[in-house]
């Protein structure tokens, strides 16, 4: 419109006087005096009865009602000729009133609003015979694109039921599709029953030429809002070769619900796309939750940020992965980079009746770099059988890893609550703080061989005392740990092959000591023991009486983490008044005692105490 053509309310009243503005408001409300509403005026009364020629574009600033153009949404008849004179050649916003509207496939076009009368008020269904590559909707143009289409309050339904449904290939087949499309918006829509996905925003051809080739056609600023999807043969919400795509307070589930295909995913982000945000989102009940991933043949999606999201009974409720590109043997991807989950959940991790070859995992990051997860809850079920497996799998060349507000508990027929994988196919730059597992896997934390450069602070480990379960196992070249609690454990923590640790410290956990060569507690409450604090220094505790004293006959050994890197000699009181004894602790763990004074025959050794550094 003109600038200068524009004319306010005010200056309406103003320039007509009041005598004016008063027939302007008679003429508004004669509406009322026939029994017509706001809302029949604008869309009819759903029986297609509107005012007006329904071709005239310039009526009511192009909002139509459907039935107008002869549709009929008796879930019978095929109303696809009234939507397309509907839609015309865009510029408008169609009406849906409730009903079933059966088409063989809708194309909108730019600038268009598609407004039903609510979700599974207003459905729009394929015909039995609607072509299998169909969409129930999708944009008109995928080659030149469209701009600014917004669909609103109804269900698309695929109708997978229909006779003889098979899938043609590529990205067809779908309940609603955006390619090539940018500034569109999707709001409070189902989407049930694809025989592909319920919602993909992609380019028009899922393009496989190679791990750094994108579309020239991408799909650009897509809003998703409020929306479910139920059912769904591959994906309920996916991305493919798209940027700039925000999916908000969504629900998927119903992955194979027909029962053709297996291995559906709740919100997949997928190749090529970049710049996804998927947030206050629910997957449930699907192969897998949430999953940022690509192809071989493709690049993987990056720059994708999962926040508040929730996975419900999913075998893999978070996952990250680029095909073929994770084994040693393998090529690093170039763009398999740049995703955080925050405050995420994986609640009740679980594989569905008809069996993947998928292992359960609540999460697993293969491949990826620069991975930030911030507030992490992994909630398992005990009675259900994780076949050994880790609850969160860090694996597979996944470098530059941060794992922080990390909650764990209930997987209690798992293998290991985190793992870090090794060998040759290990990652590194690895970060885990701020931990708490609280009665879960045998094992608390894993970290394989191969690994340079691990760093391992602030956890809280709580175990189920079951036997052989070990809180912290470490096999990393370089790991650094420091403030662990561990609790519940056979063995509080594991590192084999002599692995030197650094700048290693630990909240007091006591180790019980086993006493040599005839020593004994002085009482029931004085048997010795030991721990380490969180500065790195060790503290021995109780009183032992009865051994054989002398530099070559220890009283027990300390453990190789426990053990001074210079020889400490202490002073401690005797069993008698003036008698002193000598406690050295040797820098091969074995602490001994010679009486330093007195006569008495019987030697009193106290611990109480004994304070020596074990990282200088």
């Known amino acids: 419109m003109d600038e200068k053509a524009k004319v306010s309310r005010r200056q309406v009243i103003a320039a007509i006087g009041m005598t004016g503005a008063t027939v302007l408001m008679a003429g508004a409300t004669s509406a009322y005096s026939a029994g017509r509403s706001v809302t029949d005026s604008v869309y009819g009364n759903g029986n297609g009865n509107g005012k007006g020629d329904p071709h005239d574009r310039t009526e009511i600033n192009h909002f139509v009602n459907v039935k107008r153009f002869g549709a009929k949404g008796d879930g019978v008849t095929d109303d696809s000729a009234a939507f397309a004179a509907a839609f015309g050649n865009g510029s408008v916003s169609v009406y849906v009133p409730e009903g079933t509207y059966r088409v063989r496939g809708l194309r909108v076009p730019s600038n268009t609003t598609v407004r039903g009368a609510g979700i599974d008020c207003t459905i729009i269904k394929l015909t039995d015979d609607a072509p299998n590559g169909e969409w129930v909707v999708t944009n008109s143009d995928y080659e030149a694109g469209n701009t600014n289409i917004v669909l609103e309050d109804f269900t698309a339904d695929w109708n997978i039921n229909r006779p003889n449904v098979r899938r043609v290939g590529g990205q067809a087949s779908s309940c609603i599709t955006l390619a090539n499309a940018s ?24 393009v496989n030429e190679g791990d750094t080739v994108y579309s020239d056609k991408p799909s650009r600023y897509v809003w998703i809002t409020d929306c479910i999807a139920d059912g769904h043969e591959d994906d309920g919400f996916t991305t493919h070769h798209s940027e700039y795509i925000y999916i908000e307070n969504c629900y998927s589930t119903g992955a194979s619900k027909a029962g053709k295909y297996f291995g559906g995913v709740g919100f997949e982000i997928d190749d090529g796309s970049r710049n996804v945000w998927v947030t206050n989102c629910v997957s449930e009940g699907n192969w897998r939750g949430f999953m940022a991933k690509g192809h071989h043949d493709a690049p993987a999606a990056y720059g994708v940020h999962f926040t508040n999201c929730t996975s419900i009974r999913e075998a893999r409720s978070f996952e990250l992965l680029h095909i073929n590109h994770h084994l040693s043997t393998e090529p690093v991807s170039p763009n398999a980079y740049d995703v955080t989950m925050t405050n995420c959940v994986a609640y009740y991790p679980q594989m569905k009746p008809v069996s993947l070859d998928i292992t359960q995992r609540a999460l697993s990051i293969a491949a990826y770099a620069r991975v930030k997860v911030n507030g992490f809850t992994a909630i398992g079920d005990p009675a ?32 290991t609550d985190i793992t870090i994988a090794g060998g040759a196919n290990s990652g590194d730059h690895i970060v885990i703080s701020n931990v708490s597992v609280h009665e879960s896997s045998p094992n608390g934390i894993f970290i394989g061989t191969g690994l340079k450069d691990v760093m391992v602070s602030n956890i809280q480990l709580q175990g189920t005392n079951k036997a052989g379960s070990v809180g912290l196992k470490y096999y990393a070249d370089r790991t650094y740990i420091g403030n662990i609690s561990v609790s519940g454990y056979a063995y509080t923590a594991y590192a084999p092959n002599g692995v030197i640790l650094e ?82 602790v040797l820098t091969n763990g074995k602490v001994t005692t010679e009486q330093w004074s007195g006569t008495g025959s019987n030697i009193l050794v106290r611990f109480d105490q004994i304070i020596f550094p074990t990282i200088i």
């Open 183 to 206: 500034y569109c918006w999707i709001q409070r829509v189902k989407a049930v029953d694809a025989l592909l996905h319920c919602f993909d925003v992609t380019s028009p051809q899922y």
């Open 384 to 415: 259900f059988d994780y076949k050994n497996q880790p609850v969160i799998a860090v694996q597979t060349k996944a470098r530059n890893v941060t794992l922080s507000d990390i909650h764990v508990t209930g997987f209690t027929t798992a293998s």
């Open 503 to 584: 700048e290693v410290t630990e909240v007091p956990q006591w180790q019980s000591a086993t006493l040599q060569n005839g020593w004994v507690p002085s009482s029931a409450d004085q048997s010795p023991k030991f721990a380490k604090n969180s500065e790195g220094f060790v503290h021995v505790f109780g009183t032992v009486q009865g051994g054989t004293a002398g530099s070559s006959t220890p009283l027990f050994t300390l453990p190789s983490k426990y053990r001074p890197k210079r020889a400490h000699t202490f002073l401690t009181a005797g069993s008698e008044p003036g008698a002193m004894n000598m406690i050295r």
